[in-house]
């Protein structure tokens, strides 16, 4: 008895239960897979990290309308693109396109690698001359270096 109550509780707090499922009708059944395919790949502007299909934002609602009309009127899926990052800019699409601001942003952790094996490779060799000139050692100077060493021999 207390199990099955249990189950219910917990199927009914379930986020998954206060979602709303839109259906739409489409002309055709290419329509409907382009739909969830566009929906998969546009991303929620306030959700951030969610796509318009799995989102419950108003925002995601609205364009998951709006993509719906374009395709009834019969746009293609570059003129609904064009037009979800003309309103809303780059962002709202999960794979950006590879050009402008974004190439930069797609080369930025090579270029940034790069940077950084240069820089190592400068300080080490900085370092590589600078401990060779002060490994040489005057006459003098192993001279006094051999009697500390002696000294520490025979005290210890």
Sequence with gaps: MWMRLALVVMLCAAPSAWTVI???????PE????????????????CQNQNIADSNAPISQDLRKLLHQQLQAGA?????????VARYGEFVRYRPRFGGVSL???AAPGLLLLA?????????????????ASAALGPDERARLDQLLEKAERES
């Design 76 to 84: 293609s899926d570059g003129e609904i693109l064009d037009y979800m």
């Design 31 to 46: 329509l409907e897979q382009r739909y969830y395919r566009l929906s998969q790949e546009l991303r929620c502007p306030k």
């Design 116 to 132: 950084g094996m240069v820089i190592m490779l400068l300080v080490l060799r900085s370092r590589k001359g600078t401990g060779k």
């Design 22 to 28: 839109e259906t739409y009708q489409f002309d055709a």
């Design 104 to 106: 930069l942003l797609w």
